[in-house]
């Protein structure tokens, strides 16, 4: 991920905007739960820039896939037409901001004040009223943590201020994202997810769900918790399911997964693939659910909590078991140098010992589950 350059705007220095950055940066560096701390934030953001309804997406930081949404929108109901024309856009990709000189974007300003060059405003929000989008993205060398949409409805665009404003608090609501992300992995599992089979939901390439197992739908209810009567709204699967097809579009060339922590739970992957079928309209979009593996859990375990690529390598090391002198001799390196990294990684987990590392990372079913 790109370090980013100076800003394109002028940093106001207005009582105002000093107060709500100061705030945010407070918040940001609270005890407050991940989505008690994107509640507040927006409840800060709101008079300070002035907004009228918000999309905020946790992502996987590799593929940069959306999850744990938190969002207040006037569309709903056209819930699966928005998430894939937001993953078919190129105008203020989340993505593609990861890459930019700053992490903010003006939906008015990137299309020179004509909306209709973009797709989710020309197809979905124009009958809205929305008279702009700003955008900010949330990475840092360790990965891509979320982004944020911000629309406003019959009014100005945003300001220079605003932006400059959003991109002040980029880089503190990042680093709290990434750090209530590694949190996740200390926090007891409580419960378990009954599922009796494998957990599938099949989709057309609208969005729209044509079949589900039974399992996956006791996993979306975890993923965004929902009352029994209610059925779960599926958004995990709409993001990797639109993943998959801006890959197919050439819009983004990640790959359409997302790992996922489900409170009280575990940690879940989902991936979506392309169903083949004799039809040559196509056979539609298959996304599973399952836990994550050991790999990608211990990934995930040594970004969230900052860990360098040569930290990274020795842990997974370690999850395979491996003494001192095996990572030594596999790594290239001294017995003294991996004493050294094996520190480093304890100060940065705040752990005390291999053990607690490993233990922690990959929770205790894993670890029953491979010996």
Known sequence: ???????????????????????????????????????EILAVLRPAIGFDAHVWLLTDPVSTVGHGPHADVPCLPQLPQAIRLKYATTVNRWTSLLRARSPVGRLD????????????????????????????????????????????????????????????????ICRALRQRQAAA??????????????????????????????????WFRSLLPTPPQQTPIPAAAYNVAAQLLAVESGVDDHRPSARAFVPGHTWVTLRASRLESAD?????????????????RLDLFARSFGLSPRERELLSHLGRGADTQEIAGDMAISDYTVQDHLKSIFAKTD???????????????VLSTEG
């Open 280 to 296: 040559p309209v196509g056979g539609g979009i298959a996304v599973s659910i399952e836990e994550t593996p050991a790999g990608p």
């Open 109 to 172: 300003d990137a299309t020179g004040g004509d909306l209709r060059r973009s797709q989710l405003w020309q197809e979905l929000l124009q009958p809205f009223g929305i008279s702009d989008i700003a955008s900010v993205v949330f990475g840092d060398k360790h990965g891509c943590w979320g982004f944020l949409d911000l629309w406003r409805q019959a009014g100005s665009p945003f300001a220079d201020a605003d932006a400059a404003l959003l991109a002040d608090i980029a880089a503190p």
């Open 1 to 39: 991920m790109c370090a980013y350059l100076a800003q394109t705007w002028p940093v106001t220095s207005s009582r105002p905007y000093r107060r709500a950055v100061a705030r945010i940066e407070q918040l940001c560096s609270s005890e407050l739960e991940e989505r008690s701390l994107r509640t």
């Open 185 to 218: 992995f200390a926090v007891a599992r409580t419960e378990q997810v009954a599922v009796g089979g494998p957990a599938v939901v099949v989709l057309n390439d609208d969005l729209v769900i044509t079949s589900r197992t039974t399992p996956a739908t006791q």
């Open 351 to 365: 752990l005390p010992g291999r053990g607690a590392v490993i233990t922690t990372a990959l929770g205790p079913r």
